[in-house]
C-alpha cells in the first residue's frame, strides 16, 4: 500500500511508456492479491493515455496469490496477436504452495515466457521461488530490495524484451 503500491503503478506505467517506442506493441495488466484481476486487456501501445488511466486505478487490497494470478496471465497472453508473449510478475514471492512448475511449463509451451522482480523490502520473501519460475519460465530474475528499484527493473526488463525482437 502507500509508496509501493504507487511505484508498482508508475513501473507498469515507464514499462508501456518504453514500449510505445515500438510500434505495434500490446501491454497487458493484471493486478492481484488473493484473486487476479484484468486491469488492462493486451491493449496496443498507440492508446497510452488509456492505458496509463487503467494502470493508475490499480490498488492494494492485500494477500499474494500468485498461482491463479499467472494462470489468467497464461489465458489473456495465449489469444493476443503478438509474437512475443511475455510475463512480468512482481511480488514478494510469499503466496500458497502450488504446482508452479507445472504452470509455467504449460506457459512456456504455449510459447509464453516469465521474468520475475521480488522484493524483499518485508520481514518475509522467496527470493527462491521468484527466481524458479523466472527460470522455470525462460526469464530473468531480478531481486530488489526496496520498491524503489522497481520502476528502472521494470523499464531494464522492457528494453531487454525489445533488444531480443531485433
Not at 495488466?29 to 487476479?36: S, T, Y
Not at 521461488?129 to 526496496?146: D, I, K, P, S
Amino acid at each position: 500500500a502507500g509508496t509501493n503500491i504507487r511505484l508498482a503503478r508508475e513501473a507498469a506505467i515507464l514499462a508501456a511508456k518504453t514500449l510505445e517506442e515500438a510500434e505495434g506493441d500490446f501491454v497487458g495488466v493484471i493486478a492481484f492479491d488473493i484473486e487476479p484481476k484484468t486491469v488492462l486487456e493486451p491493449t496496443e501501445v498507440a492508446r497510452m493515455d488509456f492505458i496509463v488511466n487503467r494502470i493508475a486505478q490499480i490498488g492494494a487490497h492485500g494477500g499474494t496469490h500468485i498461482y491463479p494470478a499467472l494462470d489468467q496471465a497464461g489465458r489473456v497472453l495465449s489469444g493476443a496477436p503478438t509474437q512475443v508473449r511475455h510475463v512480468i510478475l512482481l511480488s514478494d514471492g510469499v503466496t500458497q504452495v502450488s504446482d508452479f512448475r507445472a504452470l509455467v511449463e504449460r506457459l512456456r509451451a504455449a510459447k509464453i515466457t516469465l521474468s520475475t522482480i521480488c522484493v524483499g523490502s518485508g520481514p518475509e520473501f522467496d527470493a527462491t521461488l521468484m527466481e524458479n519460475l523466472a527460470r522455470w519460465g525462460g526469464g530473468r530474475f531480478h531481486f530488489a530490495h526496496t520498491f524503489n528499484a522497481v520502476p528502472q527493473i521494470f523499464t531494464q526488463e522492457t528494453r531487454t524484451l525489445i533488444g531480443q525482437r531485433r
